[in-house]
Nanobody
């Protein structure tokens, strides 16, 4: 069964930090490139970052230098460390494969950054 469970979101002031976690079922995680995505109400889901099975990373320009993605293979978990948060980072954050697997979308975790 494909399962992705995101956690770690919350309310934070601008300039603050949050660390998101994504627990993945082994079948989806093992040798896959994994990523984080985000979506605001009424807008399309946006890709944020990718981490390959070998640990190579890349980021959307708007978060580069502020967000850091990592993965723990032993725990089938992907993390997103978000620093220097801005109000425009307010979204629901999801993890999934890259490219995403449609049936695997979880509930996401809400991140709200107040100004």
């Amino acid at each position: 069964q494909v399962q992705l469970v995101e956690s770690g979101g919350g309310l934070v002031q601008a300039g603050g930090s949050l660390r998101l976690s994504c627990a993945a079922s082994e079948g989806i995680f093992s040798s896959s490139a994994m990523g984080w995505y985000r979506q605001a109400p009424g807008k399309q889901r946006e890709w944020v970052t990718t981490i390959t099975s070998r640990g190579a990373t890349n980021y959307v320009t708007s978060v580069e230098g502020r967000f850091t993605v990592s993965r723990d293979t032993a725990k089938n978990t992907v993390y997103l460390q978000m620093d220097s948060l801005k109000p425009e980072d307010t979204d629901v954050y999801y993890c999934n494969k890259v490219p995403p697997l449609g049936v695997a979308w979880g509930q996401g975790t809400q991140v709200t950054v107040s100004s």
